[in-house]
T-cell receptor, first 112, second 112 residues
């Protein structure tokens, strides 16, 4: 079973920041938080990951709480092309053969 | 361009007719995996491979076979397809370093 909890859906206005929350209260010390997204029925796409520090790349920012029990993915200026299902995944190389365990994700709709 | 290539993208076949879905990656990744995606059930791992000649079952391996004779290729074999194997299939690879998994574009299989 997935170790994360996400809201099933969210809306965001185009050009505004999209903040996608994720709870992972049972995360272990050696597990990372990964975010992927899936646009329509394409293959999931890696966005960003972190262990305990906040991270930023050209796509998004990841804010992880100090106790590591939750995180937020931030898309700073959402566009219509960011409409997708976003998956928050807790992953550890030593856990279950290093596989990704997908939950149901958050369906983000970016509206004009 | 770094990528995972799956073929075919779409396939309609009849029950019992053996088929192979090919997967190839050009990133020299050691780890490769197959997932299937079904409505309401999400993405589930079928088989994975840690390296050449090393494969193991995932969560839903029944009815599937895989082989890993070369590092770049990881074909998925359905010896006797059945309608319950109608699904969207994704191949993925990773080196467990900075960028998570890279997924293929998917193969939509229909078994009638």
């Amino acid at each position: 079973d997935a170790k994360t909890t996400q809201p099933p859906s969210m809306d965001c206005a185009e050009g505004r920041a999209a903040n996608l929350p994720c709870n992972h209260s049972t995360i272990s010390g050696n597990e990372y938080v990964y975010w992927y997204r899936q646009i329509h029925s394409q293959g999931p796409q890696y966005i960003i990951h972190g262990l305990k520090n906040n991270e930023t790349n050209e796509m998004a920012s990841l804010i992880i709480t100090e106790d590591r029990k939750s995180s937020t993915l931030i898309l700073p200026h959402a566009t219509l092309r960011d409409t997708a299902v976003y998956y928050c995944i807790v992953w550890g190389i030593y856990n279950q053969g290093g596989k990704l365990i997908f939950g149901q994700g958050t369906e983000l709709s970016v509206k004009p | 361009e770094a990528q995972v290539t799956q073929n075919p993208r779409y396939l309609i076949t009849v029950t019992g007719k053996k088929l192979t879905v090919t997967c190839s990656q050009n990133m020299n990744h050691e780890y490769m995996s197959w997932y299937r995606q079904d409505p309401g059930l999400g993405l589930r791992q079928i088989y994975y491979s840690m390296n050449v000649e090393v494969t193991d079952k995932g969560d839903v391996p029944e009815g599937y076979k895989v082989s890993r004779k070369e590092k770049r290729n990881f074909p998925l074999i359905l010896e006797s397809p059945s309608p319950n194997q109608t699904s969207l299939y994704f191949c993925a690879s990773t080196d467990f370093r900075d960028y998570g998994y890279t997924f293929g574009s998917g193969t939509r299989l229909t078994v009638v």
